[in-house]
C-alpha cells in the first residue's frame, strides 16, 4: 500500500505525559500537512511542510506543540505536557505541489488519522 | 478568514434518492473540495474543482464562483453511500484546506 500512513492508530495517555505521532507520505508527495479534528468538526489546519521546511503554522499550534520533517520524507508532531483539550484525531495529508506541468492545487491524500485521548 | 458552511447537518434518505449537499463559502479560493469520511477517520477526496462541474460514476459536483457555492450530488443513492461529507476550501501558498462541519448522511435500505 503506498498512501499515506500514520502511526499510532490510537494513543491513550495520562495529562501532562509527552507523545509523539509519525505519518509517512505518499513517497513523491512533497508538500506534508497536518490536521486536527475534534468529535463532531471537520478537521482544522495545524501546520504545512513543503520538503523539509515548515512553511506554515496555524495559531491553535501552541507552544506545546512541535513538528518536525527532517530529511523531507515522513513528518513527526510532538505534544507536551499534554491537556485534556488535547484530546482529538490527528490527520496528516500529503499532496504534489507545483510543477513544470502540474498547476498549484492537487488533491490532497489523507491517512487514517492517530485518535489521542488524554486521561 | 474564510468560512465554510454546510448544509443539511444531517440527512437521511431512501435507497434510490436522489441527494443534494451544499456548500458555502466566504472569500475567494483556490479550489473547493469535496471529501468523505468513514467511521474511523480516514478521509478520502472525492472532487477538486476550480469552476463548472465535475463527475464521478453516481456522484457529480458543482461550483458557481460567482455565488460561493458548491453542490454535491448522489443520484441512486445506496446504503453504502452512508457516510460524513466534507467541503473544504483551499488558498494560500500552501494550499491549505479550510473544511465546513460535513454532512452525516445516511442512506436506508
Known amino acids: 500500500d503506498t498512501g499515506v500512513s500514520q502511526d499510532p492508530r490510537h494513543k491513550i495517555t495520562k495529562r501532562g505525559q509527552n507523545v509523539t505521532f509519525r505519518c509517512d507520505p505518499i513517497s513523491e508527495h512533497n508538500r506534508l500537512y497536518w490536521y486536527r479534528q475534534t468529535l463532531g468538526q471537520g478537521p482544522e489546519f495545524l501546520t504545512y511542510f513543503q520538503n523539509e521546511a515548515q512553511l506554515e503554522k496555524s495559531r491553535l499550534l501552541s507552544d506545546r506543540f512541535s513538528a518536525e520533517r527532517p530529511k523531507g520524507s515522513f513528518s513527526t508532531l510532538e505534544i507536551q505536557r499534554t491537556e485534556q483539550g488535547d484530546s482529538a484525531m490527528y490527520l496528516c495529508?500529503?499532496?504534489?505541489?507545483?510543477?513544470?506541468?502540474?498547476?498549484?492545487?492537487?488533491?490532497?491524500?489523507f491517512g487514517d488519522g492517530t485518535r489521542l485521548s488524554i486521561l | 478568514k474564510n468560512e465554510v458552511e454546510q448544509s443539511p447537518q444531517n440527512l437521511t434518505a431512501q435507497e434510490g434518492e436522489f441527494i443534494t449537499i451544499n456548500c458555502s463559502y466566504s472569500v475567494g479560493i483556490s479550489a473547493l473540495h469535496w471529501l468523505q469520511q468513514h467511521p474511523g477517520g480516514g478521509i478520502v477526496s472525492l472532487f477538486m474543482?476550480?469552476?463548472g462541474k465535475k463527475k464521478h460514476g453516481r456522484l457529480i459536483a458543482t461550483i458557481n464562483i460567482q455565488e460561493k457555492h458548491s453542490s454535491l450530488h448522489i443520484t441512486a443513492s445506496h446504503p453504502r453511500d452512508s457516510a460524513v461529507y466534507i467541503c473544504?476550501?483551499?488558498?494560500?501558498?500552501?494550499?491549505?484546506?479550510?473544511f465546513g462541519s460535513g454532512t452525516q448522511l445516511t442512506v436506508l435500505p
Open positions: 495529508a500529503s499532496s504534489l505541489g507545483a510543477g513544470p506541468n502540474r498547476l498549484g492545487n492537487q488533491p490532497q491524500h
Open positions: 473544504a476550501t483551499s488558498s494560500g501558498s500552501a494550499r491549505q484546506l479550510t
Open positions: 474543482l476550480s469552476s
